[in-house]
């Protein structure tokens, strides 16, 4: 009976220890398992975060870049048609600057631009030259501009005066590693200046009327590139639109196509013709006035880039 009670007791500790190990074993397994499986979804979770940093990082042509400074010359051949009628209202004469006035068609200028680019897809551009212009002749004709009617034979001086800024936002819909194309919203903005006048033997005072404008023209358009090689690439803009602003109404259309070749990292050669036509009516206290000018030639230009970065 001793013995059977004695023999219950150790079988019973016996019990009890191997369940204890039992357990503890079990609770390492359950323990090193969730461990693993914190490790390995923590290392999933790296993965798949580089795997969408991977994906969100975008090959684009080799000529978009964030920032780009560009500095060239300009030179074209202008159609300048202006038509000022007088105070009162009588209509004058449509002048041909170039033909009735003696211009130079042909002029130069020099230019800058700048283009920053917020995204791949997003780029800002401002841009800015002027022409100064002017002339003496003979008139072989006679016609009225302004308040004065300006007689045969008689030598007259006078000038033309233009400075284009332009601004413009552009989104490109289509952006792949050898080509983007896209859409524009912006404006030319205009500063006019203009004038004819006379001083003869028998004028006791000089005989003028000179008029000057601000326009702005606002442009809707498409713009796009392509890049034929790693460092050769072609570009193109078409801008048009219409519009009436209080008591200017305006018509502008431009568009330019060049190509431009990689010399290094940070500098680029451009090349290209470009196209700049606008009409612009003006109702004022003082005059009304008619403008129709264009101005249509060739550019070269030197570009510095900056800020490359792989784009998202």
């Not at 290392?43 to 780009?68: A, H, L």
């Not at 009628?85 to 033909?99: I, P």
């Not at 230019?111 to 008139?139: I, V």
């Not at 109702?283 to 008619?290: F, N």
């Amino acid at each position: 009976m001793k013995l059977n009670y004695k023999l219950s007791i150790a079988i019973l500790f016996f019990g009890i220890t191997a369940f204890g190990q039992s357990t503890n074993n079990s609770e390492n397994v359950a323990s090193n398992q969730s461990s693993y499986n914190i490790e390995n979804n923590l290392s999933m979770g790296i993965i798949q975060k580089d795997s969408t940093k991977v994906k969100e990082m975008r090959d684009v042509p080799w000529f978009v870049e964030r920032y780009k400074f560009s500095f060239g010359f300009y030179g074209g051949y202008n159609n300048t048609n202006i038509q000022l009628d007088s105070k009162s209202g009588d209509a004058g004469a449509e002048v041909d600057f170039e033909n009735d006035l003696g211009y130079n068609s042909y002029t130069s200028s020099i230019f800058t631009d700048f283009q920053w680019r917020s995204s791949s897809r997003s780029r800002f551009m401002l841009a800015y030259y002027n022409l100064r212009r002017d002339s003496s002749k003979k008139l072989e004709k006679t016609f009225d501009f302004g308040e004065n009617t300006y007689e045969i034979n008689t030598t007259i001086y006078s000038y033309f005066n233009v400075g284009v800024y332009r601004f413009s936002y552009g989104y490109a819909i289509l952006s792949k590693p050898k080509y983007e194309v896209g859409l524009s919203v912006g404006a030319h903005i205009l500063e006019l200046q203009l004038g004819i006048g006379v001083r003869g033997d028998n004028i006791n005072a000089e005989v003028s009327d000179n008029f000057g404008v601000t326009a702005p023209l606002p442009d809707f358009g498409i713009w796009g590139g392509y890049a034929f090689t790693d460092k050769f690439a072609v570009n193109g803009e078409f801008d048009y639109f219409a519009v009436q602003i209080d008591n200017i109404d305006g018509e502008v259309l431009s568009y330019n196509l060049s190509a431009t070749y990689k010399l290094s990292n940070h500098f680029n050669i451009t090349g290209g013709f470009n196209s700049l036509n606008t009409t612009i009516d003006v109702t004022g206290k003082r005059a009304d006035a008619r403008i129709k000018w264009g101005n249509n030639g060739l550019s070269l230009r030197a570009a510095y880039t900056f800020g490359t970065k792989k784009w998202k």
